[in-house]
């Protein structure tokens, strides 16, 4: 049995989640997400409680099981605390301004770089090498962030472009001299 699918979801106050054709409804102070899970997998709301399980033991519907609790917990946690993700731009010269609903970048290409934000998805600038990215749907803030640093991700040399906060770059030496 999945330790991770046995767990209930607990839905705390505030939150209605509902259950319509295969697909969860979760609506929270934040927002509402929805989730379309696998037929095979049973999900019902039990008092406080969502509870999701399986058929049988088959290799499929074990691997949906902790799958499917995941991403419903995760969508309780978006609508109630939300996700971010923090990236951090290092380099002479790079920086990021916020102007209206457009993130600009100075990123050393010979144009600016200029990201917008989308419905569930906004950017906040709080100083000039620091970008948070904010929403409720964890996969969507994860994807927008990994495509703001595709922008222009750090080298290994000087440590130059957009990472991560938590990021460790692993950095290169750089050539060695002429030896004899």
Do not use: W
């Not at 040399?157 to 060695?176: N, P, S, T």
């Amino acid at each position: 049995m999945s330790r991770i699918g046995r767990k209930p979801i607990n839905i705390p106050a505030g939150v209605t989640a509902t259950i319509n054709d295969g697909v969860i409804t979760v609506k929270g102070p934040k927002g509402e997400l929805k989730f379309a899970y696998n037929p095979a997998m049973t999900v019902e709301i039990k008092g406080e409680e969502i509870l999701v399980t399986r058929p049988d033991d088959a290799k499929e519907n074990r691997s949906l099981h902790g799958l499917t609790r995941t991403l419903i917990h995760n969508m309780v946690i978006g609508v109630t605390e939300g996700y971010k993700k923090e990236l951090e731009v290092n380099g002479v010269g790079y920086r990021v301004q916020k102007q209206g609903n457009k993130c600009v970048m100075n990123l050393g290409y010979s144009h600016q770089v200029i990201v917008e934000d989308t419905d569930d998805i906004k950017i906040e600038v709080p100083d000039p090498n620091k970008i948070i990215i904010v929403g409720i749907d964890k996969q969507k803030v994860g994807q927008f962030a990994a495509e703001v640093r595709e922008k222009r991700p750090p080298e290994p040399y000087k440590g130059k472009g957009i990472k991560y906060v938590d990021e460790v770059i692993r950095r290169k030496e750089g050539k060695a001299g002429k030896g004899k």
